[in-house]
């Protein structure tokens, strides 16, 4: 991966940049001028514990991108990766996962640390015939990192994988997922939220490319940005020629709460096919001023009714994570970000 | 208990109050009437400080505080209740949810304790059955989907829970069919009481039938033009607004 090498050979010459039309709104060639030293391995102590650690039976931990490289997983079994970056350095890492046919994954996946890391995270996630997956992503990076956590996931007939991508971005910040869809009844879920203020920018990219029939893929993603922060969504779901009776829904939604942020969407849908059954939906606005009188008018002060109107707008997302725990902790670290 | 006098409004740069004065003292039950463009919905948003009405004159007062000085939530705190001619929808905010924290909203704001959830629950029951309102309709967004019948009716639900001095009702029985309107005016007439006091805004005389005022009061051109007995609706009903357009 050209992003990892530009890391390990400091050349930024091969960073994307607004010249690739897939990173245009996510430069990274232009913000980084000088290629960073490697990153120093992290110190024990300032690795600390995970969003997810008390959930898990096991936890992985990648630090400045020093950790395992490939895991099996047969049976029934809840994992956490936490990356942890810390300093001013450059790192890259990679993870293969394999889950054996019929088995079960729950992966709770976490991004943090502290400085102005350039951090790249390579996933690499196959799914057996049957095997069913849920990824809940939860990214609190560093407001002056530079992150990008890039997810291969293959699918086989009658798999199911669901995902939750989590994030209030970084100084720059990409969180991409390509999923090969063999149709066979496998079933996808991409979800998302972003929940940016300050500076901080989040890309969340998707590329779904359905190979055959009768698979189906449901995606929303919702945000909120606010002060100068900026969000990329860019989402497309490709159904190959012959692939009919692919179902497929796409829904983004972003609440801008101040003039001088922004939101940059590109939903697409490639459809090949004759007899598929495809939708998509897109809008960015502002918060309801009628329904935030009406709630006033009930008693609610203004931040109030806005902190909850905005909860209540991406609670929609954070609904469809199954696993309990991690749900009740995406909801937490949503109410935290959008407290007035 | 309310007090409003010359008040003087405008939307944009169109006057629409032009001079109303009203006095409404505790216990009582008051119906505004008016034609169309009269001004009705204007002073119920006046009077709950909706955005974009300018006051350019005049006062409201509760019980001698100029309401006109806070902010919404403020004077729904001291007890003013708008109950809306269309009640908007709180997609992901289920209705129990909301009551509850609006209700305490306004105790914090009072300086009272919040109310628990468990004697939250056992109220909003009791209500909930008053009212005819099936209980797991609470537990869905407010007033997402609901019917009009079924958005009025919330309206009711919440206002018995708030328990406000002042309630305000505009247009009421929009959108109700007899059934209906005869449950929510039940609801209401159950909150009639000596320190409650009733602003019924109607064009049209049928809610009167359900909710009996005290008085009748005729806005035209953005003033009260006439006022009576209750034998005053029925007159407006029988003979229309014509008469008080031209007053106006």
């Known amino acids: 991966m050209s992003l990892a090498e530009a890391i390990r050979e400091r050349d930024v010459s091969r960073l994307p940049s607004r010249r690739d039309e897939d990173w245009r709104w996510t430069d990274l060639r232009g913000l980084i001028r000088q290629a960073p030293e490697p990153s120093a391995?992290?110190?024990?102590?300032?690795?600390?514990?995970?969003?997810?650690?008390?959930?898990?039976?096991r936890t992985l931990v990648v630090a400045n991108g020093r950790g395992p490289a490939s895991l099996q997983i047969e049976g029934e079994a809840v994992i956490a990766v936490d990356f942890v970056s810390g300093g001013d350095g450059g790192h890259a890492a990679s993870l293969s996962l394999t889950v054996a046919p019929g088995a079960t994954l729950i992966l709770l996946e976490s991004y943090r640390g502290e400085g102005g890391y350039l951090s790249h995270a390579a996933l690499s996630i196959a799914l057996g015939e049957g095997a069913r997956v849920e990824r809940v992503v939860l990214a609190d990076a560093s407001a002056d990192a530079v992150e990008v956590s890039q997810a291969e996931v293959a699918l086989s007939p009658g798999a199911a994988f669901a995902q939750t991508l989590l994030t209030n971005g970084a100084r720059?910040?990409?969180?991409?997922?390509?999923?090969?869809?063999?149709?066979?009844?496998?079933?996808?879920?991409?979800?998302?939220?972003?929940?940016?203020?300050?500076?901080?920018?989040?890309?969340?990219?998707?590329?779904?490319?359905?190979?055959?029939?009768?698979?189906?893929?449901?995606?929303?993603?919702?945000?909120?940005?606010?002060?100068?922060?900026?969000?990329?969504?860019?989402?497309?779901?490709?159904?190959?020629?012959?692939?009919?009776?692919t179902e497929a829904r796409m829904g983004h939604h972003a609440l801008i709460l101040s003039d001088q942020a922004e939101v940059d969407a590109k939903p697409e849908l490639e459809i090949y096919a004759d007899d598929v059954a495809c939708a998509h939906g897109n809008s960015i606005g502002v918060l309801d001023e009628e329904a935030l009188f009406y709630m006033r008018q009930r008693g609610l002060p203004e931040g109030q009714a806005r902190a909850l109107l905005t909860e209540a707008f991406v609670g929609e997302v954070i609904d469809r994570i199954g696993h309990d725990g991690a749900r009740e902790i995406a909801r937490a670290w949503a109410a935290e970000r959008l407290q007035a | 208990m309310l007090k409003i006098e010359n008040l003087h409004a405008r939307v944009d740069e169109a006057e629409i109050l032009k001079g109303l004065s009203l006095e409404i003292p505790a216990g009582e039950v008051h119906a505004v009437?008016?034609?169309?463009?009269?001004?009705?919905?204007?002073?119920?948003?006046?009077?709950?400080?909706?955005?974009?009405?300018?006051?350019?004159?005049?006062?409201?007062?509760?019980?001698?505080?100029?309401?006109?000085?806070?902010?919404?939530?403020?004077?729904?705190?001291?007890?003013?209740?708008?109950?809306?001619?269309?009640?908007?929808?709180?997609?992901?905010?289920?209705?129990?949810?909301?009551?509850?924290?609006?209700?305490?909203?306004?105790?914090?704001?009072?300086?009272?304790?919040?109310?628990?959830?468990?004697?939250f629950l056992k109220l909003a029951r009791e209500k909930a059955a008053a009212l005819k309102?099936?209980?797991?309709?609470?537990?869905?967004?407010?007033?997402?989907?609901?019917?009009?019948?079924?958005?009025?009716?919330?309206?009711?639900?919440?206002?018995?829970?708030?328990?406000?001095?002042?309630?305000?009702?505009?247009?009421?029985?929009?959108?109700?069919?007899?059934?209906?309107?005869?449950?929510?005016?039940?609801?209401?007439?159950?909150?009639?009481?000596?320190?409650?006091?009733?602003?019924?805004?109607?064009?049209?005389?049928?809610?009167?039938?359900?909710?009996?005022?005290?008085?009748?009061?005729?806005?035209?051109?953005?003033?009260?033009?006439?006022?009576?007995?209750?034998?005053?609706?029925?007159?407006?009903?029988?003979?229309?607004?014509?008469?008080?357009?031209?007053?106006?």
């Open chain 1, 41 to 57: 391995p992290l110190a024990a102590d300032r690795v600390g514990e995970g969003p997810f650690s008390s959930l898990a039976g």
């Open chain 2, 33 to 119: 009437m008016g034609p169309n463009g009269a001004g009705k919905s204007t002073l119920s948003y006046v009077l709950t400080g909706r955005g974009g009405y300018e006051v350019t004159q005049g006062s409201a007062s509760l019980d001698g505080e100029d309401l006109l000085a806070l902010a919404p939530n403020e004077r729904a705190a001291r007890g003013v209740f708008l109950s809306f001619q269309y009640p908007l929808e709180i997609p992901g905010v289920p209705a129990l949810t909301f009551v509850r924290t609006a209700l305490n909203a306004q105790r914090k704001a009072r300086g009272e304790p919040e109310i628990a959830a468990p004697q």
């Open chain 1, 172 to 245: 720059r910040q990409r969180i991409e997922t390509r999923l090969s869809h063999p149709g066979g009844q496998a079933e996808a879920r991409l979800d998302g939220v972003y929940l940016l203020a300050g500076k901080r920018h989040a890309d969340l990219t998707s590329v779904v490319t359905h190979a055959a029939t009768h698979g189906a893929t449901s995606q929303l993603a919702k945000g909120v940005v606010r002060d100068q922060a900026r969000a990329v969504f860019q989402g497309r779901i490709v159904v190959a020629e012959h692939a009919d009776h």
């Open chain 2, 133 to 248: 309102i099936d209980f797991d309709m609470l537990k869905r967004p407010l007033n997402v989907g609901f019917s009009g019948g079924e958005k009025k009716r919330m309206e009711i639900f919440q206002m018995s829970l708030l328990e406000p001095r002042l309630l305000i009702l505009d247009e009421t029985d929009s959108g109700l069919d007899v059934d209906a309107l005869r449950i929510v005016s039940e609801g209401v007439n159950a909150l009639r009481g000596p320190e409650r006091s009733m602003l019924v805004i109607t064009h049209y005389q049928r809610l009167l039938d359900y909710i009996r005022p005290d008085r009748v009061h005729v806005l035209s051109g953005g003033r009260i033009v006439a006022s009576g007995g209750p034998e005053l609706a029925l007159e407006l009903e029988r003979e229309g607004y014509e008469r008080y357009a031209r007053a106006a």
